[in-house]
């Protein structure tokens, strides 16, 4: 059974940091990622890296703020998340392929397997 726990949520300041983990079991995945879904809106991509190429992936609004990393011992992926916004409070879930690509929101569609999702809140 797969199963993918985050882990790192919280509450921070405007132009503070927060680091979240996926810690996925069950099974191997071609890609693993991040979305996001703040209150009233669509999820919407954060960020994805595909395990054989090790390509990274950042919606615009993230880049340069973002980074996604993997662990190479097992299936874990983290985001740091440096110089957080108030527009950056989300739900955050974490998302597995099996096959697919996760470079951004048409990618829906490739999520084989969700998080139950973590909270992050940036305060002004």
């Known amino acids: 059974q797969v199963q993918l726990v985050e882990s790192g949520g919280g509450m921070v300041q405007a132009g503070g940091s927060l680091r979240l983990s996926c810690a996925a079991s069950?099974?191997?995945?071609?890609?693993m990622g991040w979305f996001r879904q703040a209150p009233g809106k669509d999820r919407e991509f954060v960020s994805g890296?595909?395990?054989?190429?090790?390509?990274?992936y950042y919606a615009d609004s993230v880049k340069g703020r973002f980074t996604i990393s993997r662990d190479n011992a097992g299936n874990t992926v983290y985001l740091q998340m440096n110089s957080l916004k108030p527009e950056d409070t989300a739900v955050y879930y974490c998302?597995?392929?099996?096959?697919?690509?996760?470079?951004?929101?048409?990618?829906?569609?490739?999520?084989?397997?969700w998080g139950k999702g973590t909270l992050v809140t940036v305060y002004p």
């Open positions: 998302a597995a392929s099996n096959y697919g690509v996760l470079s951004s929101s048409w990618d829906l569609q490739n999520v084989d397997h």
């Open positions: 069950g099974r191997t995945f071609s890609s």
């Open positions: 890296i595909s395990w054989g190429s090790d390509n990274t």
